[in-house]
């Protein structure tokens, strides 16, 4: 008690300068004016001002910044660490710095037109927003950076990448950027929304996406999931405003986790981030009263990239000795385990999606779980193939030979749900190319690099698989025949992506040489096969066909794969030559 009672017992202050009487008496003077002691005993209370030396001045200064520091802690409010900071209220404004219509970049008019395009298709590809909450007088009203950005998107849908107003839209945003880094300590969380929009369609979108989580996580969305996911558990009542505040905190944070898996997973990289959460949490927010139509995909994304994620990790630690028996069980224990899990998700998300009332989304959907479902197929296979370092099919075991069959399976069947109409369900497959239209790829003014990335490669693999694997030329006929429309169709609902467009058209040119200079050769059978153990010019040329993007930009699996036979006559040396 007495130390308890010392602790709190404030502390004197030295006097710098006495009193005459109490310098005279060599007492203790508090140095006030009058003193305690001069104002008890009722004398005069006099001080002789003296020049104080600069240590007293110093020490005197120090301790007047202390009593004001003590003063402010008493005042401070202790937060507890596990509560999730408070977050801007969704109509509150935050940003008085001006939009790009103020600036007299374009009228209010287009910006309400680019607003639009927006919603009609990229919120599906970074699904961090909700229509009913980020309005356009909304978003403008709380972040001129985050309505600068929504804008330049939907300009870029309806005037391509190379307007003029877009790029000045992208140099703002560098703009932004830049101001951000350099003047804001805490980011807001329409800040994280921008920088987030700017990973998923920029080149630097590897440095973005990593700036966004960092935000993030700085503002303590990871831990929103975990309470949402509580208060659902023990929801009494409807969901009030700090409820709807934590779902969109949870979305926010899923979105940008979202695109750290993709762009890690598809760039040849594990992610930097592992994700605290379960699929079981990722389900029970389904039924939350605020889920959106976008949430749907969203939530089907993350727990597809967590069954992604973990099986690369598997592979890539099991990879070893590649002719080694026990390493190539494993492999396939991990193949076999995985595409069990990829079942599952596509089964029971099939379920979940066949809920939704609105027929036209609810079959977008579906296609979407389908070609995400084939991709990961695809890439699977073709990873646990790499870790051998055989690229050669014509030197591959078995087991290694199935593992690229499957992927080129798999690879078709992507190729199919690609070119699907799913907007007449009843039309016949031998409609004509102008009577049947591709739903995905209509939806491509909209879509990021990265997709139009991931559509160049799965035609290029497609074709290049075909011939390695030595398919019937009948088949690769009507593969060519797909590729082709899928070029044709691109051209007409889209500006498109320059370079993933030449590579598109690049490889069904390739294609079609090396299959024209197999028939012309002299053969037998009806095969590939049949032919020669040499390959000819055209079909070397397209083996050896692989982009700088997808070494550079993209590592997608089984670009570099070949088939090279090797003929009894080449494992002679012809000595003559040597001399």
Not at 11 to 36: E, H, L, Y
Not at 340 to 352: P, Q, R
Not at 527 to 544: I, K, V
Request: contains cysteine; charged residues 20%; aromatic residues 8%.
């Amino acid at each position: 008690m007495q130390s308890s009672t010392t602790a709190q017992r404030p502390r004197k202050r030295r006097a710098i300068n006495a009193c005459a009487t109490c310098r005279a008496s060599k007492v203790r003077c508090d140095g006030d004016r009058p003193c305690q002691r001069c104002e008890r005993n009722g004398t005069t209370c006099q001080y002789h001002d003296v020049a104080k030396d600069e240590s007293n001045v110093r020490i005197e200064k120090l301790e007047e910044e202390l009593a004001d520091l003590r003063d402010e802690l008493k005042n401070v409010t202790v937060v507890n660490s596990n509560i999730t900071p408070i977050t801007p209220h969704p109509l509150r404004k935050r940003n008085t710095a001006s939009t790009a219509v103020d600036a007299g970049l374009f009228t209010w008019d287009q910006a309400a037109l680019w607003f639009q395009s927006f919603f009609s298709g990229s919120q599906y590809l970074v699904p961090i927003f909700c229509e009913k909450q980020d309005t356009i007088a909304s978003v403008s009203s709380r972040s001129a950076f985050l309505f600068d950005i929504m804008v330049s998107i939907g300009c870029r849908s309806e005037e391509g990448f190379n307007s003029a107003t877009y790029r000045q839209l992208q140099s703002r945003a560098r703009d932004y950027v830049t101001n951000l880094l350099i003047n804001t300590s805490i980011p807001s969380l329409e800040d994280v929304q921008a920088i987030t929009l700017m990973a998923a369609y920029s080149e630097n979108r590897f440095v973005l996406v990593a700036l966004a989580l960092r935000f993030a996580i700085q503002l303590g969305l990871p831990r929103a999931v975990d309470q949402l996911v509580a208060r659902g558990h023990r929801r009494l009542r409807a969901v009030d405003d700090d409820e709807r505040g934590l779902y969109r905190l949870a979305r926010i944070w899923h979105g940008i986790c979202n695109l750290e898996l993709f762009f890690s997973l598809d760039g040849g990289k594990l992610p930097n981030l592992t994700i605290q959460t379960s699929s079981r949490k990722i389900r029970s927010l389904i039924t939350h009263p605020e889920r959106a139509t976008v949430d749907i995909r969203l939530l089907s994304q993350i727990e597809l990239n967590m069954i992604r994620a973990e099986a690369y990790g598997s592979i890539i630690i099991q990879a070893g000795d590649p002719l080694h028996s026990q390493n190539e069980a494993q492999i396939r224990r991990t193949i076999d385990d995985t595409i069990i899990e990829l079942s599952l998700w596509l089964d029971e998300w099939t379920t979940i999606v066949s809920t939704e009332p609105n027929p036209h989304q609810r079959s977008l959907a579906l296609q979407n779980l389908h070609i995400q479902y084939e991709w990961a197929i695809i890439t699977l296979h073709l990873k646990a193939n790499a870790t051998s370092g055989i690229e050669n099919i014509a030197f591959m075991t078995e087991f290694q030979r199935d593992i690229v069959c499957r992927a080129k399976e798999a690879a078709a069947r992507h190729l199919h749900h690609v070119l699907e109409d799913i907007s007449s369900p009843y039309s016949s497959p031998t409609l004509s190319t102008q009577q049947h239209r591709s739903t995905y790829l209509s939806t491509f003014r909209w879509t990021l690099d990265y997709v139009w990335a991931k559509c160049a490669f799965s035609v290029l693999l497609v074709l290049k698989l075909a011939i390695l694997l030595r398919d019937p030329v009948p088949s690769v006929m009507l593969l060519l025949r797909d590729a082709h429309r899928v070029l044709e169709e691109l051209k007409t609902v889209t500006t498109g992506h320059i370079a993933y467009f030449q590579i598109l058209q690049t490889s069904i040119e390739k294609c079609e040489a090396a299959l024209k200079e197999y028939v012309t050769q002299p053969q037998t059978g009806s095969d590939l096969e049949a032919g020669s153990n040499s390959n000819g010019a055209a079909e070397d040329e397209f083996q050896g066909y692989v982009p700088t993007e997808f070494v550079f930009e993209w590592d997608f699996p089984g670009s570099n794969l070949k088939h090279m036979p090797l003929g009894w006559q080449d494992l002679f040396i012809n000595i003559d030559s040597l001399f």
